[in-house]
């Protein structure tokens, strides 16, 4: 499955952006799926993550509140709504499915695949 991140931009702090994924190449329905995001000089982090049918959610601790994830299966494309951001938020961001030998609930990179594009967030102060 091929995936592109799509939906960033420049915005203000207090301001909202909604990133989507789409999936090409298989259906995105199997799989378990996450954003990361990866700042300058920084390792790449967990986001958020949905499962496969999109009843079960959860978050690193700094965007719980702010953030959610959500997906529609019939489009093949994952969600990512992002509200009252903080420059801390700009990064690249990035998503990908969890690896199917992998548990639900992992937030390590390494247990993702699929990577695509990321898409820039910059949040001005």
């Known amino acids: 499955v091929q995936l592109q991140a799509s939906g960033g931009g420049l915005v203000q702090a207090g301001g909202s952006l909604r990133l989507s994924c789409a999936a090409s190449?298989?259906?995105?329905?199997?799989?378990?799926m996450a954003w990361f995001r990866q700042a300058p000089g920084k390792e790449r982090e967990f986001v958020a993550a949905v499962s496969w049918s999109g009843g079960r959610t959860y978050y690193e601790d700094s965007v719980k509140g702010r953030f959610t994830i959500s997906r529609d299966n019939a489009k093949n494309t994952v969600y990512l709504q992002m509200n009252s951001l903080k420059p801390a938020d700009t990064a690249v961001y990035y998503c990908a499915r969890l690896a199917e030998t992998r548990a639900w609930g992992s937030t390590q990179w390494a247990d993702f695949a699929s990577w695509g594009q990321g898409t820039q967030v910059t949040v001005s102060s």
């Open positions: 190449g298989r259906t995105l329905s199997n799989y378990h």
